[in-house]
């Protein structure tokens, strides 16, 4: 990571430790050493998290925080991490693992997830993380009164939001993904997503181009999307029944924003919709992994009975989310089990969110681009994808010297986040 964002994140969780974001909601007794765990969900979902570990007897603290990134570099650099860390992607944690912060979890605790959910890195041992909780994306919710069309919907037609709690603009950065997905195939989103395709290479300016002649149909409504929240006004049924649209690009957790709405939701492949239609090539699809940065005993058994089968079904029951692993049960539900079988279908190609696969300062470029292109969707998309490529040069120039005598080729990294069709 860049000194400069390593310090503006340090103050950003200052601030946030100020306002009270310490370790909190403790679970066992006060007279037993807790495990610390710093993780992404909060209000009902970290209910329901706590409400898994607590059926585990491990005595625990868990922070729920949406900056999760940032708190964890902070109590890196102060020297006290939490014992089990839980991200939205790998990307940082390949950097961890770079610097020598992360435990091995022990032989088998990963073994059984293939790819993408244990991707194929070059430099880092393969047991240093782990998905808890996998969605979908590459689909398009919609209402069960108002079917889609077969072909490319209009601008009009869609709900899009890039606010958020931590880092805005990742919701676009999911159009320009599965865009690049549907358009390229896996192989060459892979090696774009890895880093092995430049931003400036023919299939990332179509896909790019593709949105931006889609937002240019209504920039002032492409414009508002940046004041919007993803996921709509708070306590309100998110914006596909709020906001006044008819489509919503988003992932299998976006049913949680509906409300007593979410029965009234389905969704689509969303090939068909997007701008460049009709063919699906893949899939792409998010993880939470989490990482050991403490060597505790008590840490890496509470991490792997976390991955067990009867913690993940239940999880799933709890609050009604999906695991990576193929040995869990499709949770019932029309809706839930259509998300089931795409997670686990291998005769189409599974990729990772390419920006969590991203080294940190490469994917705040990218949300960056994403945002100025909704602003001002006429610009040249050549000069946003330059000024990305730009810090993705960088980045591999400052990790090869932290490697003696490796050339940027050579510095640890991820090569392979797409699974292959069976």
Sequence with gaps: M???????????CLALTAA???????????????????????????????????????????????ATREVLLAAVQ???????????????????????????????????????????????????????????KSIVWYRKDRPPPAH????????????????????????IEDLILQTAGPVLYERWATGDLKWTDAPVINAWS???????????????????????????????????????????????????????????????LLPSGPRIKGREVSADFAALFGNSARARDLLTRLTSRPAQAE?????????????????????EKQISSRLTDQR???????????????RDAFYEAVLLTIAHPGAPVRDRLDDVQRVQNAERAQNAEHVRNARPEHTPRLTGVCSRPQ
């Design 348 to 362: 189409v190609p599974l990729c990772l969110d390419a920006s969590d696969v991203m080294p940190a300062a490469v």
């Design 2 to 12: 860049m000194l400069r964002a390593r310090a503006l994140l340090l103050v950003l």
């Design 210 to 272: 593709l949105w931006a002649g889609l937002l240019a149909q209504d920039p002032d409504a492409a414009r508002r999307a940046l004041l919007s929240d993803h996921r709509g006004v708070p306590g309100g049924r998110g914006l596909l029944f709020d906001g006044g649209c008819d489509l919503e690009h988003q992932g299998s957790f976006a049913r949680s924003f509906y409300g007593d709405h979410s029965g009234r939701a389905a969704f689509t492949d969303s090939a068909p």
């Design 315 to 335: 999880w799933g029951r709890r609050a009604g989310v999906f695991s990576p692993s193929s040995d869990v049960p499709a949770r019932s539900g029309t809706v």
């Design 78 to 136: 102060a020297g006290n991490p939490p014992d089990i860390a839980i991200l939205p992607g790998v990307g940082d944690l390949v950097e961890y693992a770079a610097e020598g912060r992360l435990y091995p979890l022990g032989k088998g605790a990963a073994a059984k997830y293939g790819r993408p959910w244990q991707p194929q890195a070059r430099g880092i041992e393969a047991d240093l993380w782990v998905p808890l909780k996998a969605d979908l």
């Design 152 to 175: 490319p919907a209009p601008l009009a037609s869609w709900c899009i939001g890039m606010g958020d709690d931590g880092a805005s603009g990742w919701p676009g950065s999911d159009w």
């Design 20 to 66: 009270g974001c310490g370790l909190a909601a403790p679970g066992g007794g006060d007279e037993q050493p807790k495990v610390t765990i710093l993780g992404p969900w909060t209000d009902n979902q970290e209910t329901h998290f706590k409400g898994v570990l607590d059926t585990l007897g491990t005595p625990y603290t868990y922070q729920g925080t949406a």
